[in-house]
């Protein structure tokens, strides 16, 4: 064997021009095994397309590479939409072909010219943009540009300077940062570069305006198309407003999402059955019978009767309850004093602790501070029975801190307590963990 027939025999047989090949490397004493460069793990079987599978990060039958950099990972997931794309458009043209033979006996290459044709003047599945096989530079461990890496600390800590000053000028929330469009905003200014001027403040409240809510009406469309395709839920939430003015509002669920369909004052109605039942009814009407699936809403006696009058008119879907109210029922039956009086006392004996500890600032300060590491006690919630037991959750999470905090040299030596309300806390806080014990142990019985 000469010297290059040898070192033929020992390199990598690359067997297609697929790019995923310049990070991987194929077995020649094995039929379709492959090599990661990158972490060197053996995939055996299932050729190229299995190694785009383990660079690219995809969970499936093949462990995916810890060490490939974000813009492999993001180039492997683009060949392999890709690959799932063409084979897609491959299966249609097939279709296609089948029905034009059947009906005139056209001709494969008219097939092939029009899906030449389809996408302009690329073929389908091919990308004429080189950058869409690069991952975006603000993901984290992305390739950043040349000229932002060629920028210097103190150019880039006044941009971020500037930005936080228009920022605070604004009054802007500091969630709003939170934003999907957020960073895509910030990417566009800078890929038009300087000189960019930004909507003024008529343009932001007219025609951008404008266009935003035919995006947004059109996104909502095909939400709603897709109720025919999957059937959806509807959802009613009834509630109050700052004004103690009953509203009830509809939800419409579907596996694209929740989308909020209406909301309606019922503050001069009389919240029965058949007042409700009307109500219902025309969401329903609205919707469309044959895309419903559940009507969800609250468990009262008259919601459940609106109900049962909505499955026996239709017959074609079903009211259920909200899980979110029967478990607030529930907490409700458990802290009342005729069916659970343990949990009523445990219940009281919190809330003198807890109020002790909120009504005095340093008290509050104290236990943040050096025993529950900045954690509170109240957990406020939508119920008001949920936050009872959210708070005896927390008092039981950390009655060993509680115990310590009664009993340290600051507190000793504090106003507190020498004060009445300041030792009853003590007994309380003891008779208290007497209570949870009994509680624990008669709901384990």
Known sequence: MTENQSSVASGPVVRSEDPAWAYGRAMPDARNNTQCIFCSKMIRGGGITRLKYHLAGIKGDVEACKKVSEDVKWQMK????????KEDDDDDDDHDEGNNDNERGGSKSHSSVSNYNTKGKEKVG???NIKSFFAPRTIPGSQPSIKSALASKQMVEKARMNFARWWYHANIPFHAARSVYYQE????IV???????????HDLRGPLLQKHMGEMNDYLLDVKNDW?????????????NQRNTPIINFLVYCP?????????GVSGLTRDADTLFKLFDKVVQEVGVENIVQFVTDNDSAYKSAGKKLMHKYGSFYWSPCAAHCIDLMLENFSDRRYFPIVQETIQK????????????KVLSLMRSDFTNGRDLVRPAI????TEFLSLQCLSKFKKELRQMFTCDQWVESRYARDVMGKEMGMKNHQWDTCMRQWIKQRRI
């Open 383 to 386: 119920t008001r029975f949920a």
């Open 256 to 264: 694209r999402g929740t989308m909020f369909l209406k909301s309606l």
């Open 350 to 361: 919190a809330k003198k602790i807890t109020k002790f500890i909120y009504n005095h600032g």
């Open 185 to 188: 905003a910030i990417d566009s």
């Open 78 to 85: 683009q060949l392999l939409e890709d690959l799932k794309k």
């Open 191 to 201: 890929a038009i570069g300087p000189g960019f001027k930004g909507p003024s403040y």
């Open 126 to 128: 091919e990308r004429s």
């Open 228 to 240: 025919k395709v999957y059937g959806c839920s509807i959802m009613s939430d009834g509630w109050t």
